[in-house]
Structure formats: C-alpha cells, structure tokens
C-alpha cells in the first residue's frame, strides 16, 4: 500500500488534473502465509493477479515490488517505469550478526538470505516467517534476530528498529530489492506517458541488467540467488551471486559495461558465474535446471 500510494502521489503532483484510484488485490503469495514462497511457484507469487487486472482492463497500471516480479517479461505488459530506488540492503532486527551467540535462530522466509547467513556463520540455525513487517518485528527469536528489507523498514517509519543494515559485501541484495516496477498495457501509450514522470533511469538500467542475470539463470526463486548493479557515468558495475540451498557453496562474481547494454550485461554476469565460477554444479547439486 505504501508502494501503491506514493505512485499515486507522484502522479497527481505530475499531473493535478489527473484521477488517480487504487485497487487492492489480493495475491496468492498474500494469502498463503503458512507456505514458504518458493513452495508457492517463487517468483510471481505476489504479482500475477495484480498483472491480470491490468490485462483485463480492470486496472490501468500495477505497481510491483521489483524483487517480486518474474525475471522475463509478461505477454501484453511493459515494465514502463521505475522510481528511484530505496536502500536495496538487508537489515537484521534483534541481535547484530556478530554478536549472534553460537546456535543462535534466525528467522528468515528468503533461500537467498539464509545460505549467505549460513556461508558466513555455519552454526547458526534458520526458522521460516511469513506476513507483514509487524508479524516479522514481533516473531524476533529469543537471543536471535530476523532477517527485514531495509526498504520496507524505511517506507514504514521502523529504521530504528534494525540492529544492524547488512552492507552488500556482506549480503548480496536480492534482484530489484528497493526498487518499484511499474507495468501498464503494451499497446496502452497513455498510460505509458503517464508513468514515464516518475522514471529514474539510473535505477531501471541497474535492475534491468539484474533481471538479466536472474533470467539467464533461470533460477527464480528456487535457488539463492543475488544482485545488485550501481551505474557509474556511462558504466553499470554488476555484481551477482549464486549458492547451495545449505550455503555451503558459494559463488560470486562482478562484471562491468556500458550503460547502453544492461541486459547483455547481465548475460554475461550469469555465464560467469555458471562457467567462469563454476556455479553450473550448484544448479546440478540441487537438482535445478535452467530453463
């Protein structure tokens, strides 16, 4: 809601004479929250009936988290714009990671959050949570912490509830974490010319070379996955990651280009950390294939 009224907000202050109304829909990834959301399909979970709403002429425009979205496009759909992106890091609520005793829980519904806390501390457990930011803060395991997009702590006023914002050395972001994605009809300029105010280029090049990588991975939500691309002048810096489902094996790499080619960098992030690190095993390992 808070994603969807700030769009608003924008495209009134855009456009004053323009009606702008929101309808909430509600997702399967919304309404299971007694399954983790790779048991649900991954990704897609939170964005498809919002998607057909738009398809169907219900809606005008869908306002996505980028994370959430498929990494390959929607038939009929254009990702038409992107706002400037929030903080993309992780936060940990409770215990800071060095301060975790040995043992300790933490909770965390995210494959690609889990291995990498289990690559940098192997004796730390992992307990799934679902729901919205109030369920996550109240179900902080004893002695533990959970594991909270710094975004979303951000958008609701509760930054000075993180113990600690976890730098992308640490923890790779997820693709298109902080960033919203704003899809219209492909044939429905209007709308498209209407959205186009609120684009920060900057941000829609970084996460469209993410969505990239992801896409050629072909990994969605079924393996941890991260990135996290900064454009710099005429270059974007690409930095991927790829892991067990245990985290015991972990791999990244970084990769830079123009700015002109985001998804041809992208590609090439994925075949290297598939065939240049050696990530292609992983996808064996875990019994995952590309698609």
Same mark, same amino acid.
Do not use: N, Y
């Given at each position: 809601m808070w994603q969807a009224e700030s769009v608003a907000a924008g495209l009134r202050a855009a456009w004053p004479t323009l009606r702008v109304s929101l309808e909430v829909i509600e997702t399967?990834?919304?309404i299971r929250l007694? %399954?983790? %959301?790779?048991?649900l399909g991954g990704q897609g979970v939170f964005v498809k009936e919002v998607q057909a709403a738009v398809l169907d002429g219900r809606s005008d425009a869908a306002v996505h988290s980028a994370k959430d979205m498929p990494s390959e496009g929607t038939p009929g759909l254009d990702l038409t714009a992107m706002p400037r992106r929030a903080d993309p890091r992780d936060a940990l609520v409770g215990a800071r990671?060095?301060?975790?005793?040995? $043992?300790? %829980?933490v909770a965390t519904g995210s494959v690609r959050r889990r291995a990498q806390l289990a690559w940098l501390r192997p004796d730390l457990t992992f307990t799934g949570v679902r729901g919205n930011i109030g369920t996550r803060l109240g179900k902080v395991p004893p002695g533990g912490a959970v594991v909270i997009a710094a975004a979303a702590l951000d958008r609701l006023g509760? +930054?000075? !509830?993180a113990s600690e914002i976890l730098s992308p050395d640490t923890m790779l972001p997820q693709v298109g974490q902080g960033a919203i994605g704003l899809e219209c009809r492909a044939d429905d300029?209007?709308?498209?010319g209407l959205l186009a105010v609120l684009e920060d280029t900057q941000t829609h090049v970084a996460v469209t070379a993410e969505r990239a990588m992801l896409a050629q991975l072909g990994s969605g939500c079924n393996?941890? %996955? $991260?990135?996290y691309g900064i454009v710099r002048g005429e270059s974007i810096e690409l930095e991927g990651?790829?892991? !067990?489902?245990?985290g +015991?094996?972990?791999? +990244?790499s970084r990769v830079a280009g123009p700015v002109d080619d985001p998804a041809g960098l992208g590609a090439a992030l994925a075949s290297e950390l598939l065939d240049g690190a050696g990530g292609r095993g992983v996808l064996a390992i875990d019994g995952a294939g590309l698609r």
């Open positions: 399967k990834g919304d007694d %399954v983790p %959301v790779w048991e990671l060095a301060d975790l005793p040995t $043992g300790a %829980v509760l +930054r000075g !509830s300029h209007v709308t498209a393996l941890p %996955v $991260g990135a990651l790829l892991a !067990s489902i245990d +015991r094996i972990l791999f +990244r």
